[in-house]
């Protein structure tokens, strides 16, 4: 039952990421680094390549998901919050392999032995363009989705694909 909630949830949050960075409600700054021709050019194969492999994983091409600009520029438009963009494209962290759940790439990651109360999923669209990030913090008593109404409130924990 809990298992078919969370994939629930993540299909719900997976289908914000349709949500575009011009729309109201959506006013952090964008940070824009320089893509790679490569990522220019098949932005869906470029975050394809991370299925299957850990967030932290250096994949062909030699950079991670957590470090991919596509995900990065994503998390940054999504997220207001410094501190909670900073802990949800660190490198330090328990993950599950990253998964595609109708047709969106899912990354979950946790703080290493405290998985429980402190955890977070990065949904991307295919193309790399929008994303949305969800963090759970049991202690600051902080359960939501980047940008506001992405998905449901995650009142368990964020979804990981699994």
């Known amino acids: 039952m809990m298992r078919r909630l969370i994939s629930l949830a993540a299909c719900a949050a997976l ?3 349709q949500q575009q960075p011009d729309q109201p409600g959506n006013t952090a700054p964008v940070s824009t680094p320089s893509a790679s021709p490569s990522v220019a050019a098949t932005p ?9 492999h850990y967030p932290t994983d250096a994949v062909e091409g030699g950079s991670s998901f957590l470090a991919d600009p596509a995900v990065q ?5 999504a997220v207001p919050d410094a501190t909670v963009r900073a802990r949800v494209l660190d490198s330090d962290v328990t993950a599950t392999p ?6 969106r790439v899912l990354s979950y990651g946790c703080e ?9 999923a990065i949904a991307m ?3 790399g363009r ?9 202690d600051r008593k902080v359960a ?19």
């Open 15 to 17: 289908a914000a990421c």
């Open 44 to 52: 869906v194969a470029a975050l394809a390549r991370y299925v299957g």
């Open 125 to 127: 669209s295919p193309d």
């Open 144 to 162: 939501r989705w980047y940008p506001d109404g992405a998905g449901p409130n995650p009142a368990g924990g964020c979804p990981s694909g699994e």
């Open 73 to 77: 520029a994503a998390v940054a438009a």
């Open 98 to 103: 990253i998964a595609e759940v109708d047709g």
């Open 112 to 120: 290493p032995h405290n998985c429980g109360p402190h955890n977070w």
């Open 130 to 138: 929008t994303g949305a990030a969800c963090y759970f913090d049991a």
